[in-house]
């Protein structure tokens, strides 16, 4: 069945019922494509924009509350001197234990292979406090006048995780004895 409109004097306009139902879908998904689109692609732009804008937060989970600090000198892996705010601070890093190279407090070294870790490590934090842009320490205890316990961060990276990454330390309360242990094959 073909619907015909009554000509005028201008023009002729003639529509079937099939050609009607097709412009008016395309037209219809047209419209529907474009503002979709436009929709999804301004939710990731407005997502993006938020994500950089909070990045240095999240990857350095947030360094508005941390202290920074200036490396004095390194004592071994898991201590060092800074000058904290003018004051000269021994700080050790918080939850980590790092292989030792002598006897420490209650516990000595198991075995060669854990001496020599001990100089990998220390050698690893020299270089990668020497070479900070930043360093800002994230304090857990401080002890009196004494020791600060403190995650340690350098340029957004906590230097106790990379010790872990790299099995140059242990989670505080870990087998100590890990360096000496046979490796598996």
Not at 8 to 14: A, C, M, R, S, Y
Not at 97 to 124: I, L, M, R, W
Not at 142 to 159: F, M, N, R
Request: glycine share 6%; aromatic share 8%.
């Amino acid at each position: 069945m073909s619907l015909q409109s009554e000509p005028t004097q201008n023009d002729v306009l003639i529509v079937t019922t099939t050609g009607l139902r097709t412009a008016l879908r395309d037209e219809l998904l047209r419209r529907m494509t474009r503002t979709t689109l436009i929709r999804a692609l301004t939710a990731w732009l407005l997502t993006g924009v938020v994500l950089l804008t909070l990045s240095d937060s999240i990857l350095a989970g947030c360094p508005c509350h941390y202290t920074p600090a200036t490396l004095i000198k390194v004592i071994d892996a898991e201590t060092a001197w800074f000058d904290v705010q003018g004051k000269k601070t021994r700080v050790h890093l918080w939850g980590i234990h790092s292989p030792a190279k002598a006897a420490v407090e209650d516990y000595s070294p198991g075995c060669t292979a854990e001496v020599e870790q001990a100089h990998q490590a220390e050698q690893f934090v020299r270089q990668l406090l020497a070479s900070a842009n930043r360093i800002q320490l994230d304090i857990k205890d401080t002890e009196g006048e004494g020791d600060t316990q403190a995650i340690i961060y350098v340029d957004g990276l906590s230097v106790g995780q990379e010790l872990l990454y790299r099995y140059f330390a242990i989670e505080y309360g870990d087998d100590r004895s890990f360096w000496c242990k046979p490796k598996q094959q």
